[in-house]
């Protein structure tokens, strides 16, 4: 046998997209929602602010004292020492939610944590450093033997927030001390962004759905679909409405019909599979048809096929995106977490959404360096270092189970123990 | 007026307890819970499993492809190189999913990522490496200039999880991943400990709940209660079922009542406010009269005190919990996520409830030491430092907003910029 007059030349490699590329042209994609609703602030948790919060209040609202102990005037306490203590009677007693009297020269309060400062107190003693006693007339009597400094232990008004400023700006992803702010301003209810709507597609002959095979009745070459339960909890994490539509119809106009259907009433079609150029089905010349689609290769170490397209609806001026991630469990996962994520943010408004990182010493050692952009999923151990999983392959969670979170390792890096590299914690990957 | 004969001694400082014994005495108190439920795997994300996951199946189940090209028998490609390529008859075409026939010697097979590798097959070739043409007869031709290492491309069955293996312990919480996972082994139910009932109690006269009395017409001295929104969320978060019963009753036989029908169906009743020494209510003597109740002053800022206990029920055999946070807000926040947070996860079964720490460069100075360990609120910078929010007050929630984690300072400590410092972000401590 001869070698062959090639019929195909010999398929050149797609250039492969930088992630920040990739990111970038996502993100210019996401025009944010311009729908808002109106929800109890009890039930904003992860959402994300569509309004400016700025205080009618002043917090706190009085001058009050930062301590249990009492209010004095400090010009009545200033011959006070330790071998001459100065000895004034107590007139009130002021708990926090009440207000008292005007405070009269040579007179002192009781006063609480919280409790308003009296008009003409200038400072707050402490009640370790007093000691108590009664007159004759059993009217209380507090001893000081030392005068404290202007303004000590009284938290000033507004020191904390001041009214009219803008506490909480629009497009604020709102977590549970955004909730307790929001309450300390006195709103109870808060406008918000509307939460994205995601229809959520598989693709590929051998998944199995669990519970409806058993594993020892499985055929040779399937595998169970684990990518739809973590796409479905991190997509509910970041606020949006999931429709799974389940498995891609195995024809072409079914498919057509399905992706139509799904796009007129959600935001962005997400699917996972049959991204990769060997692959074959209907997903990719249905989105071509219906709107467009580009197939990306992007130079990133697990991952690189990503399909970022549009489909449009019956509405010229509207449309649903499209998104493909690729079949492996951890490819698509970290697409997800590193692309999808920041995407959906920015579609509800978030300004800046991208994840806080860390430079942490490594504890491995990698010899190979790979022409991709790699994530290594990684612990952080007791001695503040990173530990690296054995086994980094994408077929698989276990890696990310194990993990708490990636090593964001630069093409063409090798790493020696010690290196400082760049931590993404999943926490921070997963909010 | 000369110095009283003292009538109290002046109250000695009651010694501060350390955080980290009033955590294990916490700790040490939460039996965890015995009751599991069954649920959907897809209803699981946050839950605490209460089962070993012991894999049925290898992970991947057969040798499978981890490229798109040509499944090869090594030993048909010893003689080819670049000058003299070895041209081989493509037989078959295996897409994932599928099984193949057993690889003929002399022959190829068209090989999908994620398909069975074909019995005598043992290397894969990138199709990127490959030039195709056909046979007089059309029949496809590949050819090879090279010969690829035994193994190439090929993941091995059971490389990822291997069968009988344990791939998740009881006490695990669940996430996204972990999910994934269970999905892959082919679980679609996941044994899982119950919800922690908590009960939800505020105290303090001047607390007002939002939305009853604009901020105009707020009383002198009154504040908005903000503590049971962030409080609410945080306990969602970990899982839990929370009955918010509002202010508790001013009254002793009223907040009596309201706890003992509280502790019969709650595992821990949760108070924010009345803990300090010098404030007054009805909760401390009710609890103590219920059951019993420790009142702590914890060595940490914000915090301080802190009150835990509990409250017999009908059945002498069973307890609720009982525990008391402090008022001020950031207190509240800052003692529910490095106390209340753990014992909740160890209340569901979860042995390590530590906080994963970093060690990062402060961008900051602290000059003046204090006698507690404090929890400074600080940001993350682009520089790979922390900065630190200029107002650390605890009477609102602005630096926890502002801020992504907490500084964890040693009593006594100063820091100079670039110190190496603890940091917790709030992305593990919320989650």
Redesign the interface.
């Given at each position: 046998?001869?070698?062959?007059?090639?019929?195909?030349a010999?398929?050149t490699?797609q250039p492969l997209m930088a992630l920040d590329q990739a990111l970038s042209s996502l993100l210019a994609s996401a025009q944010p929602l311009a729908d808002t609703e109106v929800v109890d602030?009890?039930n904003a948790?992860g959402r994300v602010l569509a309004q400016s919060l700025v205080s009618?209040?002043h917090?706190?609202?009085?001058d009050?004292s930062?301590m249990?102990g009492y209010a004095v005037r400090c010009a009545d306490l200033s011959s006070a020492s330790a071998a001459s203590?100065v000895?004034?009677p107590v007139t009130q007693r002021i708990?926090?939610?009440?207000?008292g009297q005007p405070l009269q020269p040579g007179t002192v309060a009781r006063i609480?944590?919280?409790?308003?400062v009296p008009a003409g107190a200038d400072a707050i003693v402490m009640?370790?450093?007093?000691?108590?006693?009664?007159?004759p007339d059993s009217q209380p009597?507090a001893?000081f033997s030392a005068c404290p400094p202007t303004g000590a232990w009284i938290?000033r008004a507004g020191?904390?927030?001041t009214r009219g400023a803008e506490?909480?700006h629009p497009g604020t992803r709102l977590?549970?001390?955004?909730?307790?702010?929001?309450?300390?301003?006195?709103?109870?209810?808060l406008t918000v962004c509307r939460r994205p709507r995601v229809a959520l597609f598989s693709t590929?002959?051998?998944?199995?759905?669990?519970?409806?095979?058993?594993?020892?009745a499985?055929?040779?070459?399937?595998?169970?679909?684990?990518?739809?339960?973590?796409?479905?909890?991190?997509l509910?994490?970041l606020g949006c409405e999931v429709s799974d539509l389940g498995i891609v119809p195995d024809n072409r106009a079914a498919t057509v019909q399905a992706l139509t259907d799904a796009a007129q009433t959600h935001d962005l079609i997400l699917t996972s599979g049959g991204v990769?150029?060997?692959?074959?089905d209907h997903i990719k010349p249905a989105v071509q048809q219906l709107g467009g689609l580009d197939l990306w290769q992007i130079a990133m170490k697990p991952g690189k096929p990503f399909a970022h397209g549009h489909i449009r609806r019956a509405d010229p001026h509207s449309l649903a995106h499209f998104i493909g991630l690729p079949?492996?469990?951890v490819s698509s996962?970290m697409t997800f977490v590193l692309l999808v994520r920041p995407f959906l943010l920015r579609l509800q408004g978030v300004a800046d959404v991208a994840c806080?990182?860390?430079?942490?010493p490594a504890h491995f050692t990698v010899t190979k360096a790979d022409r991709r952009r790699e994530f290594l999923r990684v612990r952080?151990n007791a001695a503040?270092g990173l530990d690296l999983f054995a086994?980094q392959?994408s077929?698989?969670?276990?890696s990310?189970?194990w993990g708490?979170g990636v090593v964001d390792l630069p093409a063409g890096t090798t790493v020696a123990p010690g290196d400082a590299v760049r931590?993404l914690?999943?926490?921070?990957l997963?909010?």
């Open positions: 046998m001869t070698a062959p007059a090639p019929t195909s010999p398929p490699r602030t009890f948790d009618a209040l917090v706190p609202p009085q009050n930062s249990d203590p000895v004034l708990a926090a939610g009440h207000s609480f944590t919280g409790a308003p009640q370790e450093e007093v000691v108590l006693g009664a007159g009597l001893s938290r020191e904390d927030v506490v909480l977590g549970p001390a955004e909730l307790g702010l929001a309450a300390s301003l006195g709103l109870a209810q590929g002959d051998e998944l199995v759905m669990p519970g409806t095979v058993p594993p020892e499985m055929a040779p070459g399937a595998i169970y679909n684990s990518n739809r339960f973590f796409l479905r909890a991190l509910q994490r990769s150029v060997g692959e074959e079949g492996n469990p996962f806080p990182a860390q430079t942490l952080r503040g086994n392959s077929g698989v969670l276990t990310a189970v708490d931590f914690a999943f926490a921070d997963l909010a």
